[in-house]
């Protein structure tokens, strides 16, 4: 069983940045696919960001270029990066770990972008 507690959420400006951060308990996450998707109010949970146990990385296409996941092993933990936000970036952000039938999600993070 594996918990993930997201942090970093907050109010930024447009411009702005933030970063979230997955602390990931219970087992290590080194082999799992980790995710950040995030959920706007009525609309569905869609993925930001994904970065595989290899390293690679994807990303939705209304992020690109701004912003970027990684994760460190070592500490257990996944981030993402957010630079250059937009209102419309305005969610709840989710952190999620999947590995075969595994599949774990946060609790949430609300990020708010307004001026």
């Known amino acids: 069983q594996v918990q993930l507690v997201e942090s970093g959420g907050g109010l930024a400006q447009p411009g702005g940045s933030l970063r979230l951060s997955c602390a990931a308990s219970?087992?290590?996450?080194?082999?799992?696919?980790m995710g950040w998707f995030r959920q706007a109010p009525g609309k569905q949970r869609d993925l930001v960001a994904r970065?595989?146990?290899?390293?690679?990385?994807n990303y939705a296409d209304s992020v690109k270029g701004r912003f970027t996941i990684s994760r460190d092993n070592t500490k257990n933990t996944v981030y993402l990066q957010m630079n250059s936000l937009k209102p419309d970036d305005t969610a709840v952000y989710y952190c999620n770990g999947r590995w075969g039938i595994n599949n774990y999600w946060g609790q949430g993070s609300q990020v708010t972008v307004s001026s």
């Open positions: 219970g087992s290590s996450i080194s082999r799992y696919a």
């Open positions: 970065i595989f146990s290899s390293g690679s990385t």
